[in-house]
Each structure stands twice: as structure tokens, then as C-alpha cells.
């Protein structure tokens, strides 16, 4: 089976992961996606580099596509691209706000190349407004955008410290990109038409944040108020980042009772999540560690009231006790027993062999033509009348520059000449 | 303009977070959401909850749709479904696996109903596989995938701390939905054909750390295997959870410690900033801001060996340096000076305090909705925006049943109908509330 993007044509001037990733989920969609990268290469192929030119993010972010190299600086190399733009339904960059402009690049010169062309772009703050032309990454943008704070994470020098597991404004931006993507050739395919597409790393941390970012007035009287007034007095008296979010974190807070059991224990021999949505959730964590006289989901229980704090500290106690006397195997055992939502902490490092990855077969293995077999996070849904997923491993650099100007019209007499000038293919040096 | 989905129906039997937002997006690109609940309503408007069954959260994960209340355990209120699903293009579903085939509302079940419907159900592991039917939530998948060892956050007990910033499984989860919804949405319109997609957190937390959770053997000899021997040898001594993570933290800084120098955080006279280079010319940037010369730092320079045994001491005196210097200015001025240098930095903001941030405001990324029982609010709008096809947040979430009678009759149902519906308590909530 096909997948659902199949035939659709890909061009990604794009490095690091925003733009990289919303390729891979194009490619993993069945779309024919060629990077264009820099006689240099994205800069995402020096970031834990193993080999010349490769990373394992690299290949993470860059899978399933060929790769081609242009010199974008020059208006030779320009033309190249214009001439390629025509037979492509995709475009997808993450430059710098005036960036494609300065290489002609931008979606009025590819459109006038290609009415019908989906023109996406994905910025760090946007097109327009006061920080338009800040440089944006995912940390600044994490930092930027409440993400950071919201997380809550000091070093030991008192400095704030990034979400380190992943990056979230970046994925986020990368999967909106594809979405709108995916929405617009549904509606060229309805209507003929072509459009732009804007995303940016800000209004994908502001999406991640959602329930806490927006104003709900009747709400926030209660509960955001206070809290932004004791910041905002905080600040003024001269308060530190830790000192802040310190306050923050020890407001007083309804919720407690809920985070009990939302939240991680040690046990013996590591650590064990628990996380209870419901009523129902919380009764059978209850049952599975023996708590008979937990009252915070009575009726008549006052989250506010003077004696709640005590009252879910002791319960608190009583499930970190209780735990902290078992094996993640015993544990986990019982609480599956009763169908209650906890899980071991597990170390990513050993997720490719986790028995639910292989059973799903989520880590694919793929061959990468300079440095073997790998195993990837592969697609990012099944379909089952469309397959997602790809056999191609990340590009080496310039691997397919001469086979996609041949099938692009492309003579091989002007591919040694447009080689020999340095227009396209990475540095002879290199 | 009408949105890239105009026209589209979706019917949704979703709750919490990774359903419904899938939901939102489909509604932003500008199709038609109908919600079903049942008389207790999705479990999210309990959390928060500041008037009776309304919370921030639900508002935000279900602007743009219309609500209606069935008892899906009730034969009559399976049939309105049944009735309606010839008309709807989508579903989305997000309940526990099984829980479909019992309320009759599986993708065998409507397929038969609708042959060009696009069923999307989402669950926490997966439809198959030894962990299937394990209850899952965001922290779950968080804690399982591998993100929160990852986040390497421990409490004051020597537990693991969640990312508390956002709920990033159930997020990734949403947005793969919305892309499959979406290329299903094209793939029917070529071929006529629908399908079942399934999703679920896991997948979404994996995708999330695709660059760190691959397995590569030529660079894992190198990079990767000192840390598993590392966490083997804390787990045979019977070590601790923050002892695992010393040991997985101490390589890494080793292997990463020149470039989180600048890509982190440091202190400044009045508060925090943020710096995330990510190529040399960004930390050259930085540095020259920060009048460091060759000298100062040696960590770019084309000897320097990251795996040398006096690399950290070396990373560690540069730290130093860089501390001090913000340490002597406030943020506003240094974000000034990495502004003008073209370096990546800013200000460490805090959440509640963006709906006001000029950049959010000039964007328009925060939108003014009117909620009919709780007023004006202000929350995140669409992630993205389209030339020809405008996304747009079509309004606020539904009150508990505020549109069941509408859409009933929308779909053909009687006002006695209706009411006989309600009677049995198949449809609506139940007469005393």
C-alpha cells in the first residue's frame, strides 16, 4: 500500500529539527522528500557527530529523504532551485525571517514558479511584531515562552535549566507545519489552490502551555491572580530566578490533593509513576497499596479548608511509605492488577528493546549507506489503507545531488559545470 | 475565507487532553466538531474546576465545538450515534481498548454504517503488544518512554519529578492525529477510500526523542555504551533512582559539556537568561558579547577533545567565566547585547504572565472568546496560520449538554423524539441536575 502523501513532492531547505523533523513526517506519510542542504550541511550533522558529517540526530530528523547540495548564496546555484520549484507541491524552510527573501527563496518568487505551490515556514517568533527578527531556538523559545519556568528546573548555581528530554517547541512546530501541510493539499486537491503556511517555535510553546496560558476572568480572580501579584512583588523586591520559582512552586495550591497521585515515588530499586486522572483511578491505587482512610475524595472534603495541607500530607506519607518497601516488578504487578495507570521510570536508553516498542514495532531498523544498520522512532500513526513509515535512511551529504538534477532535466554536462563552479555539491576539499 | 477542513464533520467521544485537542486543531483549520459526553462530562472539567463542571482546562481543550450528552451505555443513545454516522466524515475516539466493541462504537460497527469513514482511535500504548490494555495517562507515557528520566528531575525524597510545563505525550499524541486525520482527508478525496488510524502516547513520547532513542552501533560503541554500563552498574549495586541518574547525567555532561555551555541557562544581576546556540557562529556570537576571546574559551577551537580527561575541568573554568559575566549585568541589558550580536537568547518568562507579551499580541496568537456561562476569556489560538484557508478559533468550549438538543435536531430527530430520548436519560442530563 501507498501512503496517504504518495507521489506528493517535498523541497526542504530546513536544519536542526523544526523544519528537518515536519520532513521526516511528510517522508513517513509516503511524500518524495529532497533536503537541500548547504555545501556546509545542517548544522544538525555536527551535533554529537560520530562520523564526518553524521549525528544521530541527524539521522533521527533526516530520515527517508535524498539529499541534495546548492550553494543558495550564489545566484547560479538560485537558479538551480527555480528551475527544480516547478515540479514540486512542497516547500519547506525554517531560515530566519528575510532570509529567503535576500536568497530568493521566498513564497512570492516560488510562487510565481509554481502557482499551486504549498509554501510553508516555520519561524522562531514570527514574520511580524518587536521580536521578529530575534534568533530563535528551542531553549530560548522554552525560556521565551513560560515553557522553562514552567517546568520548574534550577541548577545548582540558582540558573534556570531547559526541559532536557526532548524539544518540545521545536516538535510542535514541526508537527503544525505538517498538519497544515496536510490540511492544504486537501484543499488544493478540492480547489486547485496553493497557499503559505506560518508557524512559529513561540506559538508552539504557547500551545503546549494552553490550559495555563490563557484568561479565564471569573477563574484567574482565585487563582492566577494572587500568584501573578506575588510574582510581579517578588521581582521588584529584588527576588532571583530560584527564589521565584521556589514561591511558585509552594503556592498554595488546590490541586494537591490531585498531584498525590500524579506524581513519581522511589521504591527499591529505581522509581514508579503514578497516574490517576479519576475517583475511580485513586480507588484503585488505594486498594493495590493498602490506604483504608484517605478522605480527599469525600464530598465533604475542603481542598481550601485549614486542615486539607495536613491531611494530604499524611496520605502523601503513607503512599511514599508503601512504595518505597517494594520492587518496580512487585509494584507494578499489583497495581496492574487492579488496572490502575503507573509505570516503571524507564531510561530511554533502553526503549529500543522494551518488549511494548517491538510488539508495536515502533524502532524500525533501516540501513544508512555509510554507517550501517540502525534502529529509529519510526512513523508517527498506522493507517490501515495507507502504509506510514520509510526504508530510507538519512542523506549523506550531497549523496543525490546528481540523481535529482538528472531526473529534474538536468544534463550531465551541466552538472560537472555547475559542480565545477561550486554551485552545487558539497566542497571538493571536503 | 472558510478553513482548509470547511465542511468536514467530526463527531468526538473523547476526554482529557489527547482527544480533544486533536478536536480543536480539526476545528481551527475550520471543520465541524460535535462533542459527545456523557451526563458526567469529560473528566477535564472537573480538574480546576471554578463553576460547576466548567474548568480552564476543558475550555481550552474543546473551544470551537458543540456538545451534546448520550448515555453510549444505553442502546437508544448508541443508536443516535449510529443514526448520525452516515453524515460525519471523522471520528475520534481516545477510551481504553475494548471500550469501543462494548459501547458499539468500533470501527467495524460504524465502518458498516459509513464505508468512506476516517476513524482515528488513540489509546496509551498502542492497540496491541503486552502493555495494550494498561491504563495510561500523560505522566504514564512520560515515565514509560523514557521523557522524564530523560528530564533528569528528582523531588526532595529522591523521586522522579514529572515535566511539569506541559503534557508532552498527550500533545504529540494529539498532533499526529491531526496530520493523519488530515492526510486521510486527502487520501479519500483521491481515492474515495477510508480508514482506521491508530495513535497513541507512546508513539508520541518516542517521536519526541527520536534523536537521542534511536540505536545506531557505530556511534552507541562510543557515545551510548558507557551510559548503559553506567546504569547497569548502579542497578546491580542496588543504587538509587538519583544515583542512575548521576551516573547517565556525569557521561552525558561529559560528552555534551562544551555545548551546553551555550545552550542553557545562567543567572544575571536581576533574574535568569537563556542562551541556545547550536553552531559555532551562534557561540561566537555569545562570546563576543561577552568579550570572551580564543584564550577564554578553547571549547570551538579544532584541538579541543571533548573526551580528553581535562575537558571538564576545562568546560568547568569556561562556565565560570560565562557565570560571572552575566552575573555583573541585568537580563534586559544582556538580551540587548545577544540581540545585537544576532545570538540566540531571551529572558526567562513565566507562564501566566504571556497572555500580555507584545509578541504573543502582535501575532495574535491569543484569542478572545466568549464562554455563554463564564464569560470573556482569553486563550491560545490555532499554532498555525494559512494564506488561503485561515485557521481561526471558532468559539469557546460547550457548556455540559449545551447543544444536544440542536444537534439531535440538526440530525433528523423529532422534538418528541427528543424528548423520549431525554425521558430514558439516553440523551441529556439527567432532570434533578
Redesign the interface.
Known amino acids: 500500500m501507498p501512503?496517504?502523501?504518495d507521489g506528493i513532492k517535498v523541497l526542504e531547505l530546513a536544519q536542526?529539527?523544526a523544519g528537518p523533523?515536519c520532513g521526516t513526517?511528510l517522508a513517513d506519510?509516503g511524500a518524495d522528500v529532497v533536503k537541500l542542504e548547504s555545501p556546509q550541511g545542517d548544522?544538525?550533522r555536527r551535533?554529537?557527530q560520530?562520523?564526518p558529517g553524521e549525528?544521530?540526530?541527524f539521522?533521527?530528523?533526516n530520515r527517508g529523504k535524498r539529499g541534495i547540495v546548492l550553494d543558495l548564496s550564489s545566484s547560479p546555484g538560485q537558479s538551480v532551485a527555480h528551475r527544480l520549484i516547478p515540479q514540486f507541491d512542497v516547500f519547506v524552510t525554517n531560515v530566519r525571517p528575510g532570509v529567503a527573501e535576500r536568497i530568493a527563496m521566498d513564497y512570492d518568487t516560488l510562487a510565481r514558479l509554481r502557482p499551486d505551490l504549498i509554501y510553508l515556514e516555520v519561524t522562531?517568533?514570527?514574520t511580524?511584531?518587536?521580536?521578529?527578527q530575534?534568533?530563535?531556538?528551542?531553549?530560548?523559545?522554552?525560556?521565551?515562552?513560560?515553557?522553562?519556568?514552567?517546568?520548574?528546573?534550577v541548577?545548582r548555581?540558582?540558573?534556570?535549566?531547559?526541559?532536557?528530554?526532548?524539544?518540545?517547541s521545536d516538535?510542535?512546530?514541526a508537527?503544525?507545519?505538517?498538519?497544515?501541510v496536510?490540511?492544504?493539499?486537501?484543499?488544493r486537491?478540492?480547489t486547485g489552490?496553493?497557499?503559505?503556511?506560518?508557524?512559529?517555535l513561540?506559538?508552539?510553546g504557547?500551545?503546549?502551555?494552553?490550559?495555563?496560558?490563557?484568561?479565564?476572568?471569573?477563574?484567574d480572580a482565585?487563582?492566577?491572580e494572587p500568584?501573578?501579584r506575588m510574582?510581579s512583588e517578588m521581582?521588584e523586591a529584588?527576588a532571583?530566578?530560584a527564589e521565584?520559582i521556589d514561591a511558585?512552586r509552594s503556592r498554595p495550591n488546590?490541586?494537591r490533593a490531585?498531584r498525590i497521585y500524579?506524581?513519581?515515588?522511589?521504591v527499591?530499586?529505581?522509581?514508579?509513576?503514578l497516574?490517576?486522572?479519576?475517583p475511580q483511578?485513586r480507588d484503585?491505587i488505594r486498594r493495590a497499596l493498602g490506604i483504608v482512610d484517605d478522605p480527599t475524595d469525600d464530598d465533604d472534603f475542603n481542598a481550601i479548608g485549614p486542615d486539607a495541607d495536613a491531611i494530604v500530607s499524611r496520605i502523601e506519607e503513607q503512599i511514599?511509605s508503601a512504595l518505597a518497601g517494594g520492587t518496580i516488578e512487585e509494584w507494578m504487578a499489583k497495581l496492574?492488577a487492579v488496572?490502575?495507570?503507573?509505570?516503571?521510570?524507564?531510561?530511554?536508553?533502553?526503549?529500543?528493546d522494551d518488549?511494548?516498542?517491538?510488539?508495536?514495532d515502533?524502532?524500525p531498523t533501516i540501513e544508512?549507506p555509510l554507517?550501517?544498520?540502525?534502529?529509529?522512532?519510526g512513523p508517527?500513526?498506522?493507517?490501515?489503507?495507507?502504509t506510514t513509515g520509510s526504508d530510507r535512511s538519512s542523506p549523506p551529504l550531497d549523496a543525490d545531488t546528481d540523481a535529482v538534477l538528472r531526473k529534474h532535466g538536468f544534463t550531465d554536462d551541466e552538472i560537472g559545470s555547475l559542480r565545477a563552479a561550486g554551485v552545487v555539491g558539497a566542497d571538493a576539499s571536503g | 475565507m472558510p478553513g482548509a477542513l470547511d465542511g468536514i464533520k467530526v463527531l468526538e467521544v473523547t476526554q482529557i487532553i489527547a482527544g480533544p485537542m486533536c478536536g480543536v486543531m480539526l476545528s481551527d483549520m475550520g471543520a465541524d466538531v460535535i462533542k459527545i459526553e456523557s451526563a458526567a462530562g469529560d473528566g477535564m472539567r472537573l480538574l480546576g474546576q471554578f463553576a460547576p463542571h466548567e474548568s480552564k482546562g476543558y475550555h481550552v481543550f474543546n473551544r470551537g465545538k458543540r456538545g451534546m450528552v448520550l448515555n453510549l451505555q444505553h442502546p437508544d443513545g448508541q443508536a443516535v450515534v449510529h443514526r448520525m454516522i452516515p453524515e460525519m466524515d471523522v471520528f475520534l475516539i481516545n477510551a481504553r481498548p475494548g471500550v469501543p466493541q462494548r459501547l458499539g462504537i468500533d470501527y467495524d460497527s460504524l465502518r458498516s454504517l459509513n464505508p468512506s469513514l476516517i476513524y482515528l482511535e488513540n489509546t496509551a500504548y498502542g492497540p496491541s503488544g503486552p502493555s495494550a490494555h494498561r491504563a495510561g495517562a500523560d505522566i504514564i507515557a512520560q515515565a514509560y518512554s523514557g521523557l522524564m528520566a530523560g528530564d533528569e528531575k528528582v523531588d526532595e525524597h529522591g523521586g522522579p519529578d514529572l515535566i511539569t510545563a506541559t503534557t508532552p505525550a498527550d500533545f504529540a499524541a494529539a498532533m499526529t492525529s491531526s496530520i493523519a486525520v488530515c492526510a486521510a482527508l486527502f487520501h479519500r478525496e483521491r481515492t474515495g477510500e477510508g480508514q482506521k488510524i491508530d495513535t497513541s502516547l507512546l508513539a508520541g513520547a518516542m517521536m519526541l526523542q527520536n534523536a537521542f532513542a534511536s540505536r545506531l552501533p557505530v556511534s552507541d560503541a562510543i557515545m551510548l555504551q558507557p551510559v548503559l554500563d553506567g546504569l547497569a552498574a548502579v542497578r546491580e549495586r542496588g543504587g538509587s533512582y538519583r544515583e542512575m541518574l548521576a551516573a547517565k547525567g556525569g557521561i552525558r555532561a561529559l560528552v555534551g559539556g562544551a555545548f551546553l555551555l551555550y545552550y542553557g541557562g545562567y543567572q544575571t544581576s536581576d533574574g535568569a537568561i537563556m542562551l541556545g546556540c547550536v553552531t559555532p557562529s551562534n557561540r561566537n556570537q555569545v562570546r563576543n558579547a561577552l568579550g570572551l576571546g580564543p584564550d577564554d574559551d578553547p571549547t570551538d577551537s579544532g584541538d579541543f577533545n571533548a573526551m580528553a580527561e581535562d575537558s571538564a575541568e576545562i568546560v568547568a573554568r569556561v562556565r565560570a567565566l560565562i557565570s560571572e559575566r552575566f552575573a555583573a549585568d541585568t537580563t534586559e541589558n544582556w538580551v540587548a547585547k545577544l540581540d545585537q550580536a544576532g545570538a540566540p537568547a531571551a529572558q526567562v518568562n513565566m507562564p501566566e504572565e504571556m497572555v500580555d507579551d507584545p509578541q504573543v499580541r502582535a501575532l495574535g496568537i491569543m484569542v478572545d472568546l466568549e464562554h455563554p456561562i463564564t464569560g470573556p476569556e482569553t486563550m491560545v489560538g490555532p499554532p498555525f496560520d494559512m494564506s488561503a484557508t485561515p485557521t481561526a478559533a471558532r468559539g469557546s468550549s460547550p457548556p455540559l449538554d449545551g447543544d444536544t438538543d440542536e444537534v439531535l435536531a440538526q440530525y433528523g430527530y423529532s422534538a418528541e423524539g427528543i424528548a423520549s430520548l431525554r425521558a430514558s436519560g439516553a440523551a441529556g442530563l439527567p432532570a434533578q441536575s
Open positions: 501512503g496517504p502523501l536542526i529539527i523533523f513526517a506519510l548544522a544538525s551535533i554529537g560520530f562520523a549525528s544521530k540526530a539521522h533521527g530528523l522562531g517568533y514570527g511580524r511584531g518587536p521580536s521578529a530575534r534568533a530563535g531556538s528551542d531553549v530560548v523559545v522554552q525560556a521565551y515562552s513560560g515553557l522553562l519556568a514552567g517546568d520548574m528546573k541548577d548555581r540558582g540558573a534556570p535549566e531547559p526541559i532536557t528530554a526532548s524539544a518540545p516538535y510542535v512546530a508537527l503544525g507545519g505538517a498538519m497544515g496536510c490540511a492544504a493539499l486537501f484543499h486537491q478540492r489552490e496553493g497557499q503559505r503556511i506560518a508557524t512559529t513561540l506559538g508552539a504557547l500551545a503546549l502551555q494552553a490550559p495555563w496560558a490563557g484568561d479565564v476572568p471569573v477563574s482565585i487563582l492566577i500568584l501573578r510574582m521581582r529584588g532571583s530566578y521565584l511558585r488546590q490541586g490531585f500524579y506524581a513519581g515515588y522511589p527499591k530499586d529505581g522509581a514508579i509513576i497516574g490517576a486522572l479519576t483511578n484503585q511514599r496492574d488496572g490502575a495507570p503507573a509505570s516503571p521510570v524507564n531510561w530511554l536508553e533502553d526503549m529500543a518488549p511494548q516498542v517491538v510488539a508495536m515502533m524502532m544508512h554507517t550501517g544498520p540502525e534502529r529509529q522512532v508517527l500513526v498506522q493507517m490501515s489503507k495507507s
